[in-house]
């Protein structure tokens, strides 16, 4: 059986595993943590970096940072996982869905600001797939109305936004908050594990107090002040050392990781490419976006195209997937929606798949995937 996932281990995880259980300190916030948070700091330029338990940790953070009131508005898109917008619903936000653009599962920029209104207080966005959002259009809409932007950037590690004309910028560092997975599917991995990036300086001391269960320990610790205590509301949001060092592991080879995932990616376009299947579409990467091989999707013509391919797979020991249901024709938010049609977003649940993809897949399995994918639709 090819199986969808596989974790990779890059064979430094149980080294550092060791030396974080020899040194005795083995909760949240030790010196794997340190090292991880210092590596993400310096490679990405956030101007805080926090180890979180998961991702939806780290969005449950910017909720509470944001410091939103019941009735406030955010910005969210419909095809996303459901931590994206459970982490606001949780404050009281009332979640105002947005539509995928019709070539790719990114939101649809050009829609956000007649969606923005005075009870709106920030703008969530999903770097699906690794692949950047149009940002800049999107920073000056926050601008203009004075609204905070969380990249939500599970899938995102090691890519970048390339706008005509400016700098490349890693994704995650261009919103007021930004939240990683280091959840085993993702391209660095931690078994379960999060990351909250803190790029507006606002936010950086208080944020750690969320962190450490909404008190000022951490400074404390530092030596900044002689006492701790509950200052601000919080949890307990730490990763424990003991996962920071295996995720070290992962950081630490991180380019050898996209190296190979870009040459996995690369050749499963290329065999598509190549073979043309009709009423499959390939995934598309836009100017201003680099590509970091999360994943490899295909989008079907119509649901019945997807499972046959499902099933052809299936039935030649190949796993592959369908993702995200739109969020806003969900049971728990039946009733709560607006009511406006987001057909590109309904489109994407009834027609993308997702292919294996990890590390030590080879090209011969890539190759035998997508011949099996073109035999699968034609049946």
């Not at 379960?192 to 606002?202: F, M, P, Q, Y």
Request: neutral net charge; contains cysteine; charged residues 20%.
């Amino acid at each position: 059986m090819i199986k969808f996932n596989k974790p990779h281990l890059t064979g430094k995880e149980l080294q550092y595993i060791a030396e974080a259980a020899a040194s005795g300190k083995l909760s949240g916030n030790g010196p794997f943590t340190k090292r991880c948070q210092r590596f993400l700091e310096g490679r990405y330029g956030f101007r805080k970096a926090l180890l979180t338990t998961s991702c939806t940790d780290a969005l449950e953070m910017a909720a509470i940072l944001l410091d939103l009131k019941p009735g406030d508005e955010v910005i969210v898109p419909s095809y996303t996982f459901v931590s994206t917008a459970l982490a606001f619903v949780r404050e009281g936000a009332v979640i105002r869905f947005v539509d995928s653009l019709a070539d790719q599962p990114n939101l649809d920029h050009t829609k956000i600001e007649g969606l923005v209104n005075e009870r709106t207080k920030a703008i969530v966005v999903v770097h699906y797939a690794g692949v950047a959002c149009n940002m800049r259009p999107i920073m000056e809409v926050a601008e203009r109305h004075g609204l905070f932007v969380v990249e939500d950037a599970a899938q995102a590690i090691e890519s970048y936004y390339s706008p005509a004309g400016g700098a490349a910028r890693p994704l995650g560092s261009i919103g007021h908050l930004a939240a990683f997975s280091f959840h085993e599917t993702k391209n660095v991995i931690a078994g379960e594990g999060g990351l909250l990036a803190i790029n507006d300086r606002r936010f950086v001391e208080r944020s750690e107090i969320i962190w450490e269960k909404g008190t000022n320990r951490a400074q404390f610790f530092r030596g900044e002040i002689d006492k701790y205590g509950w200052v601000d509301r919080g949890s307990s949001f730490l990763a424990s050392d003991l996962t920071a060092a295996f995720l070290f592991a992962q950081l630490s080879d991180i380019e050898d990781i996209q190296r190979q995932r870009l040459a996995h990616w690369q050749a499963y376009d290329a065999a598509f490419r190549q073979l043309a299947i009709p009423g499959v579409g390939l995934p598309v990467i836009p100017d201003y976006a680099t590509n970091n091989a999360h994943m490899y999707y295909l989008v079907c013509d119509s649901g019945s195209t997807r499972q046959r391919l499902i099933a052809g797979l299936r039935d030649n020991k190949i796993k592959a997937v369908f993702h995200y249901l739109s969020l806003h024709a969900s049971r728990f938010y039946t009733g709560r929606h607006d009511g406006r049609s987001l057909p590109n977003s309904d489109r994407y649940t009834e027609t993308l798949v997702r292919l294996p993809m990890y590390y030590d897949l080879t090209a011969g399995v890539i190759e035998r995937i997508a011949e099996q994918t073109a035999l699968a639709v034609s049946r």
